[in-house]
């Protein structure tokens, strides 16, 4: 019994892997009643030309957060993701925040809407605060998501696709397209590849400064980094998460001297932000409220303290 169990989680496993690219190829090629890449680009300039450019009143610039691979939706995030962006907003009421996100999906269709499998997300989600491991089934399909934004195969298809989901979030959020206004996009965990990964597409078609605060990310030698106005790296010492990127993909080894990723920090655009003895989530991770430094300060409100210093940060004006 338990070697058909281990030969059953294995073949999910490997189906999931041989999916994984399928839904950005879906959104490329107009599956699923989604727009193509020609008539997404077309009905994205129509909603663009008629969006309203005047910028909100007292809005220094935009923040999208991206959720780390625990997220399933964009209309809900775990608890302490929603505690950090309400810190955030109540720590800088001069900034925009773009809370309503979800990067794991090209057609930025969240896991329970439409899906073949959506009954089975459901029952995760249910299951995700047990800590079991069907509840990690979501980070399983979110992670694997990420590998194939990281993919030179897919990548640019998936970036694509993300910069869209973006642009329509900027529009709901009344960004003023054709200001200049900087934007800045926190990734947690996963959500830093999907920051980088949009990061190219972004900055040309808004000609605007386009920043990364990295929390804790798995980053990749994105291409796109090129065209980055500064990334932040923030990590802990115990956050074994993080160091994935810099173990996984090549072109973060320091003998790749000439990758994005190496000529990016050589250019000073890239700064490592240390945390201490902090770990990647739960009990002691960046977004945890009963572990404390030693100034009595909790991890939480030192990491939301973090990154609003590194907001207030002036960018390059466009």
């Not at 923040?63 to 800088?92: C, H, N, W, Y």
């Not at 079991?132 to 399909?141: A, E, H, P, T």
């Not at 529009?171 to 996009?185: A, C, K, W």
């Amino acid at each position: 019994m338990i070697g058909l169990v281990i030969l059953f989680v294995v073949l999910v496993i490997f189906l999931l892997i041989m999916l994984s690219p399928l839904e950005a190829l879906s959104w490329w090629a107009g599956w699923f009643n989604a727009d193509s890449p020609d008539d997404a680009n077309t009905n994205l300039r129509t909603i663009i030309e008629r969006a309203d450019h005047e910028p909100p009143d007292g809005v220094k610039q935009y923040v999208i957060f991206m959720t780390g691979i625990g997220g399933f939706s964009r209309d809900a995030f775990l608890p302490e993701e929603r505690r950090f962006m309400d810190s955030l907003m109540a720590e800088m009421p001069d900034i925009r925040l773009v809370d309503d996100v979800y990067p794991y999906s090209s057609l930025e269709r969240g896991l329970t809407e439409g899906r073949i499998f959506s009954r089975f997300w459901r029952f995760a989600i249910n299951r995700k605060t047990h800590k079991s491991i069907v509840g990690f089934s979501i980070n399983l399909r979110n992670m694997l998501q990420v590998f194939v934004a990281a993919d030179s195969r897919y990548g640019p298809i998936y970036g694509w696709g993300l910069a869209n989901i973006l642009l329509h979030a900027l529009v709901r959020h009344r960004y003023p397209f054709g200001s200049g206004m900087p934007i800045t996009l926190i990734g947690y965990s996963g959500g830093g590849e999907m920051s980088t990964q949009s990061v190219q597409l972004l900055h040309h078609i808004l000609q605007a400064p386009i920043r990364v605060i990295s929390l804790g990310g798995v980053i990749s030698n994105e291409p796109g980094l090129v065209d980055v106005d500064h990334l932040y790296h923030i990590y802990g010492d115990k956050d074994n998460i993080q160091r994935l990127g810099a173990i996984l993909f090549p072109g973060r080894w320091p003998i790749a001297s000439r990758s994005t990723w190496n000529k990016t920090r050589a250019a000073g655009k890239i700064t490592m932000v240390p945390m201490g003895p902090f770990g990647h989530n739960g009990p002691g991770g960046y977004l945890d409220h009963t572990s404390f430094t030693d100034d009595g300060r909790s991890y939480f409100d030192v990491t939301v303290a973090t990154i609003a210093r590194l907001l207030h940060e002036n960018p390059h004006v466009a």
